[in-house]
């Protein structure tokens, strides 16, 4: 062998090992750019999982807040949720309807709560729910904590005396509803 | 010659190449043999056989024909010593002339006893033939006649030739022959003396460059594709993962909802204040002996006919500040009755509200002709004003 042909074998290897150098590396990076796609994905996933996590408590807080929609099938286990005399109110279930149901929006889109809005027939103005107790005291007492409920909301409050009796017009008096 | 060069031509002249651990020793003279048609003589060790052309087809070629080379087996026992052929140098000097015509490369060593004499015949480029002659020492006076009839000799066979003299034998000083010097000898790479046929040693480097190259690239891959495996199974044991797929999978969508209810949640309740409100309001009034709530409503109605205002009373509290602004909305609508007085209206009003505002902490302001007289009784219909 003469050094001409070695010194071209030396040429060969070390083209041949600089492409394939040029082509690992070129290959790496594709690989390692793919990788790191697919990480951002991942991460993503699993901040998407920690976010969830963090709202743990808020699910817990809304499925003991709203009753199911589905779990009340008629007018009477709708005024039994909202069950009146526990909280030393009185109302004529026979003159209660159903006024309006809606579905609560925020930013333009529902977010799974129906508002089922309740009134007393015949009740002065128009949407108002009628309720009395023995005196002001305890008719104060039930709205304030009525109001406080969650799933409750009331959109004004009026109090009258009729005959001597205190009586509650709580307007827009709305029950929600959790639904899917 | 390069001075670290140790020129060998005869073991038994130079039993100091024995030594020369690390020393770049040129082989010359009796100590190689080369030869186009016979094989290696005993007491020498076969290396890789030359080729007779010079180009890196015939290098590949079968057909090419090859000079077989042997070495002295004594030069194998001197340690570190790194080793060059003379004959390598001719035969690649000539090969690069690569002129028409015939050509006669005179090299050789000058031995104490000999002078061994190698003889490359190249015709247009190609070696054609490798002779070995032994002529007496140089300063025997036989030598000049040994060396003329030789070179009759190959007059008469390669007529026209162009005959040539190289290193390490000393300048013949004859006319018909060019002496050329070290220039064959020049660029020789030295290296370690290797046994066999076998070219392998010579391609160990270039080789190794090779499998580096291979290695480096199998393994920026491997790494590569290990990165990107591992991160795809990062993904699927995250997507995969039984809580997330009980939950439906990854839906940002419903994120977004679970925090709006959040947020739902989270926002104040005007009507826990409102039920607040209207209790604190009635239990201030009822602790003006005459007065009477007939009617209280919280929000106030906000229809209101016409702007015009009978009177505004704050409580003492609030006494020269603000006042309230003439377009702000009433908080609370109340209807009170009080006990029929001599007064007139408007004296008897401001002296219940200002009672009922000390009482509350709410500027009032009369609605106009917010008073009615009935059954003995007066009713002052007032708006409310909630100071934060």
Redesign the interface.
């Known amino acids: 062998m003469t050094s001409a042909t070695s010194r071209l074998w030396w040429l060969i290897a070390l083209a041949f090992a600089a492409i394939l150098a040029t082509g690992g590396i070129k290959g790496y990076r594709i690989l390692s750019n793919k990788a790191g796609e697919q990480e951002t994905v991942t991460e993503s996933v699993i901040r998407w999982k920690q976010n969830y996590l963090a709202l743990a408590e808020s699910i817990k807080r809304w499925d003991a807040s709203y009753r199911r929609e589905e779990s009340i099938p008629d007018m009477l286990s709708l005024i039994a949720v909202v069950n009146f005399g526990a909280y030393g109110l009185a109302s004529d279930p026979d003159t209660i309807m159903i006024q309006k149901i809606d579905q609560v929006r925020r930013g333009n889109a529902p977010i799974g709560l129906s508002s089922v809005c309740l009134a007393s027939a015949g009740a002065p103005g128009t949407s108002a729910l009628e309720l009395n107790a023995p005196s002001y005291a305890a008719l104060f007492e039930g709205v304030q904590r009525l109001a406080r409920r969650a799933d409750i909301s009331i959109g004004s409050i009026a109090i009258r005396v009729e005959k001597g009796t205190p009586i509650g017009s709580l307007g827009d008096f709305c029950v929600l509803l959790g639904r899917r | 010659m390069h001075s670290q060069v140790e020129v060998v031509v005869s073991f038994e002249a130079h039993e100091a190449a024995r030594r020369g651990a690390g020393k770049r020793v040129l082989l010359a003279g009796e100590t190689v043999f080369a030869s186009l048609q016979h094989a290696i003589p005993p007491g020498f060790v076969i290396q890789?056989p030359?080729?007779a052309l010079?180009t890196?087809i015939a290098?590949f070629s079968k057909d090419t024909p090859r000079i077989a080379v042997g070495i002295d087996e004594r030069a194998f026992g001197t340690g570190k010593a790194r080793f060059a052929l003379a004959f390598?140098g001719y035969?690649?000097w000539g090969?690069r002339q690569r002129r028409k015509g015939t050509m006669v490369v005179f090299g050789g060593g000058e031995g104490p006893t000999t002078t061994k004499l190698e003889i490359l015949v190249f015709v247009d480029g190609r070696i054609v033939a490798v002779e070995e002659k032994m002529l007496p020492e140089r300063e025997s006076h036989v030598f000049q006649d040994a060396l003329l009839s030789l070179i009759a000799e190959l007059r008469l066979r390669y007529p026209g030739a162009r005959f040539v003299q190289a290193a390490p034998l000393t300048d013949w000083a004859l006319d018909e022959i060019e002496f050329i010097g070290e220039a064959p000898l020049r660029?020789?790479?030295y290296r370690p003396l290797v046994r066999g046929t076998s070219?392998r040693a010579?391609?160990r480097?270039?080789?190794a460059?090779?499998a580096?190259?291979?290695m480096?690239?199998?393994?920026?891959?491997g790494?590569?594709?290990n990165?990107?495996t591992?991160?795809?199974a990062?993904?699927d044991e995250?997507?995969n993962?039984p809580?997330?797929r009980r939950?439906g999978g990854?839906d940002?969508s419903y994120?977004d909802?679970?925090?709006?209810?959040?947020?739902?949640?989270e926002e104040p309740?005007r009507?826990?204040l409102?039920?607040?409100k209207?209790?604190s309001i009635?239990?201030g009034i009822?602790s003006i002996r005459e007065a009477?709530?007939?009617?209280?409503?919280?929000?106030a109605p906000s229809i209101r006919p016409e702007r015009q205002v009978e009177m505004t009373v704050s409580p003492d509290s609030r006494k020269g500040r603000q006042e309230i602004a003439a377009d702000r909305l009433p908080d609370v609508l109340l209807?009170l009755s009080v006990p029929r007085s001599p007064e007139t209206a408007l004296e008897h009003a401001r002296r219940v509200m200002t009672e009922v505002a000390n009482h509350t902490g709410i500027s009032l302001r009369l609605v106009h002709q917010g008073w009615r007289d009935a059954q003995g009784r007066r009713l002052f219909t007032v708006e409310g004003f909630i100071h934060d």
Request: hydrophobic fraction near 50%.
């Open positions: 890789p030359r080729d010079g890196l290098h390598d035969r690649n090969l660029g020789l790479p070219e010579r391609y480097t270039p080789a460059i090779a580096a190259g291979v480096l690239y199998a393994s920026a891959i790494f590569g594709w990165r990107f591992a991160a795809q990062a993904y995250a997507v993962d809580w997330v939950q990854i940002t994120l909802l679970l925090n709006t209810r959040r947020r739902y949640m309740r009507q826990v409102l039920a607040e209207a209790a009635v239990q009822a009477r709530i007939v009617e209280i409503r919280l929000p209807t």
